[in-house]
């Protein structure tokens, strides 16, 4: 054998050892399921360890980075809280571009946002209420909208999946307002014909045109018969509706994203503003706050452990991704970029002694093929965590198995139901999860799995999962 030939013999050797490590240490009734649908060694990680000890319990190929899909959230939002702090909070402030007399403002409102990741119907309309509470009742002129406190490149909301109207692929925008989603209620109007069809915000300028009908059956099928086209993508501002809906239906609802954001902000004004009392003439436009002028309004977000919950029980991307413009905000001066976030998520590994040379941030929310963990940089980060001042705010934000969140069916009834805060991910061909377990001898263990493969998404990784987590239960 030549001298090349052995070399590279070892160099794979190597490599094979790396793939299998740890393999022997599968539980019994995790291995069996793994074994069933003829996942290999190579497309899993998994680690779990008790928090106050050393060693791992569990520790399978914990240095080969992988997909981790959305319980990349963690890091991001862990890094938020000890970065931010858990008051944290963001202001959105309305200027008022003219002189106040006899409750008009003769002049533009400009509304300027600074990443409000829960700026949703409920605290919008608050602050509304505000603004009416200052003498304002007539807008004679137009709302302005600056979202410039974030340097947001010209991304395609159908880049990821060709998906562009799906909640889960709204674009990020320092002026976002109620995640820019709107939900389509249908129901049957009542002359047996026809469906009616409600929206909530109900937006003054989106369009729909209803082209549904009844039809006589169960109430089942794809989207229960409907079918949604908006015939201009750019503006987005309206959607036409087609196909049967089945009689035995009684109502269905449709989230979807429309319109763009700055015009959906001023839809969602004009339907709100008008619940106060008050009116605008004109129309929206983008533009900038007037930068020495004192705001006649300044609404605070909720604080930053309240947000979390959002973001981590039902796994929010766009808050998410607002979070990791808002960690750049603590080093850079606006308008900052998503890179510039990436970096002070970094360096806050770096001084916490987590070595991130083999992770991949795309977004931060893990809506992304090219995200990348290791579960050996997870389980550190929850350690981590596990030992700092804001670890119950943490925990807190976490989905409780059994009971809320992404895992609320989770050993609903059983006995570990409430015994697990976990993170879930979840894209075509990759599972994961991550979080902490307290076991039935009253132990708290870290737990980490990543799998990446083919259909695991399909039902396989959701059964090794639960697998898992029983094992540690038991424990």
């Known amino acids: 054998m030549s001298k090349a030939v052995f070399l590279s013999a070892v160099v794979l050797c190597t490599a094979c050892l790396s793939v299998a490590a740890g393999v022997e240490q599968i539980p019994v009734s995790v291995r069996k399921i793994?074994?069933?649908?003829?996942?290999?060694?190579?497309?899993?990680?998994?680690?779990?360890?008790?928090?106050?000890?050393?060693?791992?319990?569990?520790?399978?190929?914990?240095?080969?980075?992988?997909?981790?899909?959305?319980?990349?959230?963690?890091?991001?939002?862990?890094?938020?809280?000890?970065?931010?702090?858990?008051?944290?909070?963001?202001?959105?402030?309305?200027?008022?571009?003219?002189?106040?007399?006899?409750?008009?403002?003769?002049?533009?409102?400009?509304?300027?946002?600074?990443?409000?990741?829960?700026?949703?119907?409920?605290?919008?309309?608050?602050?509304?209420?505000?603004?009416?509470?200052?003498?304002?009742?007539?807008?004679?002129?137009d709302l302005v909208i600056d979202d410039s406190h974030f340097a947001i490149p010209d991304l395609?909301?159908?880049?990821?999946?060709?998906?562009?109207?799906?909640?889960?692929?709204?674009?990020?925008?320092?002026?976002?307002?109620?995640?820019?989603?709107?939900?389509?209620?249908?129901?049957?109007?009542?002359?047996?014909?026809?469906?009616?069809?409600?929206?909530?915000?109900?937006?003054?300028?989106?369009?729909?045109?209803?082209?549904?009908?009844?039809?006589?059956?169960?109430?089942?099928?794809?989207?229960?018969?409907?079918?949604?086209?908006?015939?201009?993508?750019?503006?987005?501002?309206?959607?036409?509706?087609?196909?049967?809906?089945?009689?035995?239906?009684?109502?269905y609802s449709m989230h979807r994203s429309v319109l763009q954001p700055a015009s959906y902000a001023f839809g969602t004004f004009q339907q709100l503003w008008g619940h106060w009392g008050g009116t605008i003439s004109g129309g929206f436009r983008e533009g900038l706050a007037p930068p020495k002028k004192r705001p006649l309004v300044v609404w605070r977000s909720p604080p930053l452990a309240e947000i979390l919950r959002a973001v981590n029980k039902w796994s929010n991307n766009v808050m998410t991704r607002l979070l990791l413009y808002s960690l750049a905000v603590s080093k850079f001066d606006p308008p900052v970029t998503k890179e510039q976030g990436i970096e002070v998520l970094r360096e806050y590994l770096k001084?916490?002694?987590?070595?991130?040379?083999?992770?991949?941030?795309?977004?931060?929310?893990?809506?992304?093929?090219?995200?990348?963990?290791?579960?050996?940089?997870?389980?550190g980060l929850l350690r981590h965590a596990y030992r700092d001042p804001y670890m119950p705010e943490f925990i807190a934000s976490m989905s409780i198995n059994g009971l809320d969140g992404t895992t609320r069916r989770r050993?609903?009834?059983?006995?570990?139901?409430?015994?697990?805060?976990?993170?879930?991910?979840?894209?075509?061909?990759?599972?994961?999860?991550?979080?902490?377990?307290?076991?039935?001898?009253?132990?708290?263990?870290?737990v980490v799995l990543l799998l990446n493969h083919n259909n695991v998404h399909r039902g396989p990784g959701i059964e090794i999962q639960n697998a898992l987590l029983k094992w540690v239960h038991r424990q």
């Not at 070595?355 to 389980?379: P, Y």
């Not at 599972?431 to 132990?443: D, L």
């Open 351 to 379: 001084q916490s002694g987590l070595d991130d040379a083999d992770l991949a941030i795309d977004n931060g929310a893990g809506l992304s093929r090219d995200t990348r963990i290791t579960t050996e940089l997870m389980n």
């Open 34 to 141: 793994i074994d069933a649908y003829e996942i290999p060694n190579s497309s899993l990680s998994m680690v779990v360890q008790d928090v106050s000890s050393a060693t791992p319990l569990l520790n399978v190929n914990p240095k080969i980075p992988r997909n981790p899909a959305s319980s990349i959230k963690l890091l991001t939002t862990f890094v938020a809280l000890d970065v931010l702090g858990p008051t944290y909070t963001w202001p959105t402030e309305l200027y008022a571009l003219g002189p106040i007399k006899d409750g008009v403002l003769d002049g533009d409102l400009v509304m300027k946002g600074y990443g409000d990741p829960y700026l949703v119907v409920e605290e919008f309309w608050k602050m509304l209420g505000i603004l009416r509470s200052r003498g304002i009742e007539t807008i004679n002129g």
């Open 411 to 446: 050993f609903r009834g059983q006995p570990e139901a409430g015994r697990m805060h976990l993170k879930t991910g979840r894209l075509d061909d990759v599972v994961a999860i991550a979080g902490y377990v307290v076991a039935a001898s009253g132990t708290t263990y870290t």
């Open 156 to 251: 395609d909301p159908a880049a990821f999946d060709r998906q562009p109207y799906r909640l889960y692929n709204v674009i990020p925008n320092a002026a976002l307002v109620n995640f820019n989603a709107v939900e389509f209620q249908f129901a049957p109007a009542g002359d047996g014909r026809t469906v009616r069809i409600r929206t909530h915000p109900a937006l003054p300028n989106l369009n729909i045109t209803n082209h549904l009908s009844i039809k006589k059956g169960p109430c089942r099928g794809y989207h229960f018969g409907i079918k949604m086209d908006i015939p201009d993508p750019a503006p987005a501002d309206r959607v036409v509706f087609s196909g049967s809906f089945p009689s035995a239906c009684r109502s």
